[in-house]
């Protein structure tokens, strides 16, 4: 597995759904199918997005701050 960071290249609006896919070794349409499918169910999906584009690094950002 790799680190969870936003790609560059690849993302369709934040990269969030992109980044996960490659974190958990799935391809990234396949994840956004699941994100377009869970906001069918009642919760905070749209805010959970938000939060996470705001707080995963962007790729370039993760590679200048890693050891």
């Given at each position: 597995?790799?680190?969870?960071?936003?790609?560059?290249?690849?993302?369709?609006?934040?990269?969030?759904?992109?980044?996960?896919?490659?974190?958990f070794?799935?391809?990234?349409?396949?994840?956004r199918?699941?994100?377009?499918?869970?906001?069918?169910?009642?919760?905070?999906?749209?805010?959970?997005?938000?939060?996470?584009?705001?707080?995963?690094?962007?790729?370039?950002?993760?590679?200048?701050?890693?050891?």
């Amino acid at each position: 597995m790799t680190a969870l960071a936003r790609p560059t290249h690849g993302r369709v609006i934040g990269g969030v759904c992109a980044g996960l896919a490659r974190r958990f070794g799935t391809s990234a349409t396949t994840m956004r199918v699941i994100f377009l499918l869970s906001c069918l169910l009642p919760g905070p999906q749209f805010l959970l997005y938000i939060a996470l584009w705001i707080l995963l690094p962007s790729e370039d950002e993760a590679r200048a701050t890693s050891w």
